[in-house]
């Protein structure tokens, strides 16, 4: 992207820009700064569940990087999830969007198998990318409002992968 990171940053951090980009979002809301809620609807091939995520952000370091954590329940299927994101400068200008994801999947959703699983998954995160492009491109603007957990709440959220 060709903006710098402080001018990535509220987009990346504003739960109403995630929720227009997240594809299957039904639902998000913030319940403190570092703890979100949310409804998604993914579709595997004939498995469609909706899952109900619990995610807290366990690191924050503006303008450079967050990390989070998340479960996400729905009837005969559930995940464990970290993720983390890096806002990279460019030298020539710009940011590069690092983003890395690990999952734990298990349920219905995974008899479908691993190809299908990693093609459904690929498509999802190139979505996410670019409806968020569309929506820093139109300079619809955004507000940071994610902070970190206190580290005590941090390491209660039992996510091990």
Known sequence: MEQSREELWPYFTDPDVLAQCAPGCKEMILESPHEITAVLAVGVGSVKPEFDVDAVVTHIEYPESLEL??????????????????????????????????????????????????????????????????????????ESKLEAAPEEKAKDIDVEL
């Open 69 to 142: 954590k998340a479960t996400g329940q729905a009837p005969r299927n559930e995940f464990e999830m970290t993720a983390s994101m890096e806002l990279l400068e460019r030298e020539g200008g710009g940011t590069t969007v690092a983003w890395e994801a690990n999952a734990d999947v298990s349920g219905t959703i995974v008899s479908l198998g691993g190809r299908a699983l990693k093609s459904v998954t690929n498509r999802l995160v190139k979505k996410y990318f670019s409806d968020m492009q569309a929506i820093v491109e139109a300079d619809e603007g955004a």
